[in-house]
């Protein structure tokens, strides 16, 4: 019988730093950092092939101040495939709706890059956050 948890000398990551998506439970999470001055597309993170999105989390490390800051969250491709005009507000309060429901629950086809697109009205000096996805890898073979 195999034991619950691994050995933590024993744990390897992928090359991006993160454990392996099927060590040590269902639920992965992937995170990355942006700031007021990530003004164009900014790689966050990479989900593997077939993850099933099932969560999300915006955590401000930092007030954003400027006239209505917002982020986007993308693949590279679609700017916004995973969330749009996100609202971050003046405080450090954590965001975890306003995501596009139907990216959840539904596996990746392949490997995917994360990215996320911060824009302000005008004025912007401050702000940062951490985004993370919680993710499942599910086989439905």
Excluded: C
């Amino acid at each position: 019988m195999g034991e619950a948890f691994q050995d933590a000398s024993r744990i390897y990551t992928e090359r991006d730093g993160f454990a392996p998506a099927r060590l040590g439970g269902a639920v992965n999470v992937k995170w990355g950092a942006f700031a007021h001055t990530d003004l164009s597309a900014k790689k966050l993170f990479t989900l593997p092939a077939g993850a099933q999105i099932v969560g999300w989390i915006v955590a401000p490390t930092a007030d954003f101040d400027g006239t209505t800051p917002v982020l986007d969250l993308g693949d590279g491709v679609t700017g916004d495939r995973f969330a749009a005009d996100l609202a971050l507000a003046n405080d450090t309060d954590v965001i975890t709706a306003g995501f596009d429901g139907a990216a959840l629950f539904t596996a990746l086809a392949e490997d995917t890059d994360v990215y996320a697109t911060y824009a302000d009205g005008g004025g912007g000096s401050a702000g940062a956050a951490v985004v993370g996805a919680l993710y499942a890898l599910v086989d439905e073979s």
